[in-house]
């Protein structure tokens, strides 16, 4: 022990004890300091200006194994013997007031080992100004573990000294901050770092002396969420954590973020040590980040809307097998709608388990195209559903990954068939401009020609659309009509847009006039309605000028016979409203009713001839009308308090459509006729029924004397062409013999005389030998067919006019019918003004018929003839609504003895007041010079009368006409 004693006199002793209470002194009053110091994780160490040991950190005293050692108050150099000339140099100039600092330097231990460090030395300032010694911060920074002992050294350092905590605190971002909360719930701060200036813009003595303050400057509506953290952490013990915004003095809004450990303290207190840093910049990334979220959320149900909303179809597709081939991942709901395939199944298939094998090769190359290309690829396509074209746009546009690989195609279909129409409409407009036969041009508003059509080159003398370049409009006029058309015509459609009117062109090669119909127009524009240029559509009309000059001459005609005739002619306008108004009154009208033509003329029946009898000629006009055929009727009508009768005939006129438009009436004055017959009409009844005989008897004689006749000409007819034609037939044969036997032996001659006489050769070639032999054969054969043909039309005429069964006998009535056909087979062939007709047979199994074979033929020619004449009518008029005309005959048996023979049409019908005239004698519906009236009324006898049996005829407008013979099989 006394080895170990040191002997120093007394004033040293006295010397080092006042240091030692004064150090003392420091170390209470830094205790508080030296607390906070103790839990910084860094190795810090507080130095007088001798570099005696002040404060050391528990990580300083770790780092540099000074754990055990009671360092405070000894000098580094005695602590740390190793310590070398350079730091101590950095000690002297640190202690001369600067500050150094080092992010990596080597340390060598005692035991030699070595380490590396950061490290940074600062001076600290007594009050007075004066460097009072070192502040040193290092950090081990070989292991961690090695380090946390270098922290533990300086935290130990730390707890020395709470003033040069302080400043080190002052250099932190954010505030330190000690705060306690007491039983009572009292709150202090019983330290706060000098950061609560710059972060909530109060100094550290306001919130130590009144800790609301940190409350007073929470914005109102964190209030309640700040409280209940503080609170919960005091109840659990839990670190505070919590995330709040203030509003500094100054008015700015800043977001905070505190964090802090609690400890209960012995006095039932709870102190939390933590930090409040300002966080507003990663609060503010955070709200750019939540709006770029927002956007992105909205532009991701903007791109869904469209995806959805949008009118054309879209689909998206994988890439698979190297490009090979492509699968469907997701289709819009336009594509299900508009797609002519069902798409619905078609997610998560490729396209050749969801396409037909031609559209799927087809699709696959068109997607590996516009893969290679790396570009959108835009077609047209067409597909022919239920036969019906559709034509569709399509856009493949490929979608690159990360690597910038086509991972993706997006297929967009649009149906453009429309727009194809108009395409093809617009393509039919040229078409029609291009063939028409009128002269249709365009020019500029200046009148330079752009177009011109095929009609309009060819009707002024022009080559070609070259011609035109340099032409103005008016050069197609004459010199001396150019001024006319320049200040007059042109200035009218350039106020008017439009004038129309005759003119003349002249032809540029033979300088002729040519009459044309000339209207030229502004074509405007549809969105501006300024116009764009001058177009024409003229139409040359010359051939009606013609037709006009010859109108005029034959106007002049019957202007000669109108006036002249002896008899009154009027005509009347047919109105909409179904009125009439007289528009014709002739001179001879004039003479005998004693109104002239001015006082007529726009009047009503009503004003001509009184309310009475007008009402009965409006309703014979009416009926007209409504029959839409010429009528006839008489009339006693007053003129000059004078009965007069009148017979008149009233003819109607019919527009394209078919409608009434003027009535044409002739009228004769039968006054002295009907005196005749007032005095004549009782001889006439007593008459009447000797005439109704008369006709029955006269009719039946001009059918017997008209069949007589018609049998011997067709029997005498058929008589003598039969015989020469049998004659011919017969001859054929053995003609066509010899010409085969003499051809052979000229055949014979030219095989062993090869080489005739130069005149036999000149002969052979002039006649054309080879073709005449092949001719010769040919020309017989056709004379054999032509002969053929005589015999059967022959045969027909003889079966038709029966003179060799005359009598009553057995016959088969199809044989009948169709000798009938074969006679009408001319006029059921197509002509030029109507189709074929065609006939439809349905016979019957029919036994042999008691009848009159001629006079049941002419029955069959009456009807089968009328038929024709029915629907060669309308087709003329213009009435069959059918597009093939055609006569259907059909036979059946019936009730056992009965058979009966139907012969119908399919034409417009015959109307119901008709039907019962059709079997009158003389009645007839046809023209003059068309029929007699008397080939119903005879049928009906032939059947009625002569075979016991019933001729009908049923009838609807609009679906032809139906007549039925019934006649027993036995009478």
Request: hydrophobic share 35%; aromatic share 8%.
């Amino acid at each position: 022990m006394t080895d170990n004693l040191v002997t120093i006199d007394k004033n040293t002793y006295d010397s080092l004890q006042q240091e030692l209470i004064g150090l003392r002194q420091v170390v209470a009053k830094t205790l508080q300091l030296g607390l906070l110091i103790e839990y910084i994780p860094a190795a810090i160490a507080i130095f007088d200006s001798e570099m005696r040991y002040l404060l050391a950190s528990r990580r300083w005293r770790e780092d540099y194994d000074l754990v055990d050692e009671n360092i405070v108050g000894r000098s580094h150099h005695d602590v740390c013997p190793e310590i070398t000339l350079g730091w101590q140099n950095r000690y002297e100039c640190c202690l001369a007031g600067n500050a150094e600092k080092s992010e990596e330097e080597t340390l060598i231990r005692r035991d030699g080992t070595i380490d590396w460090v950061k490290w940074e030395i600062n001076p600290w300032y007594e009050p007075s100004g004066e460097v009072g010694g070192l502040a040193v911060v290092s950090e081990v920074i070989t292991p961690r573990k090695q380090s946390e002992i270098a922290l533990a050294d300086s935290e130990r350092r730390l707890r020395d000294t709470e003033a040069r905590l302080q400043r080190l605190a002052d250099n932190l971002p954010g505030m330190l901050y000690e705060f306690c909360l007491k039983p009572d719930g009292t709150m202090t701060f019983p330290y706060v770092s000098s950061g609560c200036r710059e972060l909530i813009e109060r100094s550290p003595q306001e919130l130590q002396d009144d800790a609301s303050l940190i409350f007073a400057n929470t914005h109102p509506e964190d209030m309640i969420g700040l409280q209940e953290a503080i609170a919960n952490s005091a109840k659990t013990l839990q670190n505070f954590e919590y995330e709040w915004r203030i509003i500094t003095c100054s008015g700015q809004l800043k977001w905070v973020q505190g964090a802090s450990r609690p400890e209960r303290q012995p006095g039932g207190e709870i102190t939390w040590y933590g930090y409040l840093l300002d966080i507003s910049e990663q609060q503010a990334v955070l709200r750019e980040r939540k709006q770029a979220d927002q956007q992105l959320q909205q532009q991701a149900q903007l791109l869904q809307s469209i995806w959805e909303g949008v009118d054309y179809g879209i689909c998206v597709l994988d890439v698979l097998d190297d490009e090979a081939e492509f699968r469907y991942v997701k289709i819009n709901p336009a594509m299900h709608r508009i797609s002519l395939l069902p798409v619905a199944s078609f997610i998560g298939k490729t396209t050749a388990e969801s396409l037909p094998p031609e559209i799927a090769d087809l699709y696959r190359q068109r997607y590996q195209q516009c893969i290679k290309s790396r570009k959108s690829l835009v077609f047209e396509d067409n597909f022919l559903v239920n036969d019906k074209e559709t034509w569709w746009f399509v856009n493949i546009t490929p979608l690159g990954d990360s690597n910038s690989q086509i991972s993706q195609l997006v297929v967009t279909a649009t149906e453009i068939t429309e727009r194809k129409q108009a395409e093809q409409e617009r393509q039919l407009f040229v078409s029609l401009i291009e063939n028409s036969s009128d002269f249709i041009g365009f020019a500029t508003l200046a009148g330079k020609p752009l177009f011109l059509n095929e009609a309009g080159l060819k009707l002024v003398g022009l080559d070609g659309l070259d011609a035109l370049k340099n032409l103005h409009i008016l050069d197609f006029f004459f010199p001396e009509d150019q001024e006319y058309m320049d200040k007059h015509i042109m200035r009218v459609v350039n106020e008017r847009g439009l004038w129309q009117g005759e003119y003349r062109f002249r032809n540029y090669q033979t300088h002729e006039e040519i009459p044309v119909d000339f209207n030229i127009f502004t074509v405007k524009s549809s969105e501006t309605g300024k116009p764009l240029c001058l177009a024409t559509v003229t139409r040359d009309i010359q051939e009606r000028r013609k037709v006009e000059a010859l109108l005029q001459e034959q106007e002049q005609f019957l202007r000669n016979i109108y006036e002249g005739v002896d008899q009154i002619i009027f005509v009347v306008d047919v109105l909409e409203n179904l009125d009439f108004c007289y528009t014709g009154w002739n001179s001879t009208a004039e003479r005998y009713t004693g109104i002239t033509r001015n006082d007529a003329i726009g009047k009503a029946p009503e004003d001509i001839f009184g309310s009475v009898e007008g009402s009965l000629v409006r309703q014979r006009y009416k009926n007209c009308v409504e029959a839409g055929v010429s009528i006839s009727f008489e009339d006693c009508l007053t003129f000059h308090n004078q009965e007069t009768w009148w017979l008149t005939k009233i003819n109607p006129l019919k527009n394209s459509a078919g409608r009434v438009y003027c009535l044409v009436g002739t009228t004769l004055d039968i006054t002295q006729r009907k005196q005749n017959e007032i005095q004549l009409r009782q001889q006439a009844e007593n008459l009447e029924n000797t005439l109704r005989e008369l006709q029955l008897t006269q009719t039946q004689l001009i059918h017997s004397e008209k069949m007589s006749s018609i049998g011997n000409m067709v029997a005498g007819v058929a008589h003598e062409i039969n015989n020469p034609v049998n004659f011919i037939h017969g001859n054929l044969i053995p003609a066509s013999e010899y010409a085969q036997d003499l051809l052979q032996l000229v055949e014979l001659y030219r095989l062993h005389f090869p080489y005739p006489p130069e005149e036999i050769q000149e002969f052979i070639i002039d006649i054309e030998f080879d073709f005449l032999k092949e001719d010769l054969v040919k020309l017989l054969q056709s004379m054999r067919i032509g002969t053929q043909r005589i015999r059967e039309i022959v045969l027909s005429l003889r079966n038709f006019s029966r003179l060799d069964e005359a009598e009553f006998k057995q016959v088969d009535i199809h044989e009948g019918i169709d000798s009938t056909l074969m006679i009408l087979q001319n006029r059921l062939k197509a002509k030029s003004d109507h189709p074929e007709i065609l006939v439809v047979k349905s016979y019957g199994d029919l036994p042999l018929i008691d009848c009159y074979p001629g006079q049941l033929n002419q029955v069959f020619m009456n009807l089968i003839s009328n038929a024709i004449d029915a629907l060669e009518e309308s087709i003329v008029d213009g009435q069959l609504s059918v597009a093939t005309p055609t006569i259907y005959i059909r036979s059946e048996k019936f009730n056992n003895n009965w058979v009966r023979v139907t012969i119908s049409d399919n034409g417009v019908g015959i109307p119901q007041e008709i039907l019962s005239k059709l079997f009158d004698p003389f009645f007839t519906t046809k023209s003059v010079g068309k029929g007699t009236g008397l080939g119903l009324s005879i049928s009906y006898q032939i059947v009625v009368d002569r075979h016991n049996g019933k001729l009908t005829c049923n009838s609807t407008p609009g679906q032809g006409a139906e007549f039925i013979i019934e006649i027993p099989i036995h009478q």
